[in-house]
T-cell receptor
């Protein structure tokens, strides 16, 4: 099956810990994105990557880091510098095309800080 | 003024009702308009995609775009309990390295049997 997978589905973090959220896609999409979703806030862009070994900060990048070593993988690390990390994290991908230019989302990871 | 404003809801309707979900926007650079449906604790799924003013129909769903008024709508006919979800409008600007999607905050819809 083609699609985007995120793991784990639920993640618990203690104060001061770094945690890494996985995102994998087998759609052969060029671009990948990380969003954070909070109740009543909508989707906010954290980081995005248009191509392997390159990525850019989104609107709320502070306290997060990413890597893009492979086309199909775009992991997100939530560092201890992120003061309010409890949220629902969504990964998305997009094929850079003039005719099909929409993002497709994974199932999400819910992160809770204990 | 926010770039995208979406009616916050929540919206509760009886089964079989016609539902209207709406977004307004201020950025004339928005070129493509999308509606996503998000069930509780799931990722958003693309429902409708359109780029021109007018109506686009897909089964019980109709997406309407009025670029002159900067207004988009999603209509759901014969609504079903399975339509209960949060609906997000999204608007695309730019392309290539400048591609950006801007989302509304979502409208929570409940269809009561």
């Amino acid at each position: 099956d083609g699609g985007i997978t995120q793991s784990p589905k639920y993640l618990f973090r203690k104060e001061g810990q770094n945690v890494t959220l996985s995102c994998e896609q087998n759609l052969n999409h060029d671009a990948m994105y990380w969003y954070r979703q909070d109740p009543g806030q909508g989707l906010r862009l954290i980081y995005y990557s248009q191509i392997v070994n390159d990525f850019q900060k989104g609107d709320i990048a502070e306290g997060y880091s990413v890597s893009r070593e492979k086309k199909e993988s775009f992991p997100l690390t939530v560092t201890s510098a992120q003061k309010n990390p409890t949220a629902f994290y969504l990964c998305a991908s997009r094929r850079d095309s003039l005719t099909t230019d929409t993002q497709y989302f994974g199932p999400g990871t819910r992160l809770t800080v204990l | 003024q926010k770039e995208v404003e979406q009616d916050p809801g929540p919206l509760s309707v009886p089964e079989g009702a016609i539902v209207s979900l709406n977004c307004t926007y201020s950025n004339s650079a928005f070129q493509y308009f999308m509606w996503y449906r998000q069930y509780s604790r799931k990722g958003p799924e693309l429902l409708m995609y359109t780029y021109s003013s007018g109506n686009k129909e897909d089964g019980r769903f109709t997406a309407q775009v009025d670029k002159s008024s900067k207004y988009i709508s999603l209509f759901i006919r014969d609504s079903q309990p399975s339509d209960s979800a949060t609906y997000l409008c999204a608007m695309k600007s730019g392309g290539g390295s400048n591609y950006k999607l801007t989302f509304g905050k979502g409208t929570l819809l409940t269809v009561n049997p």
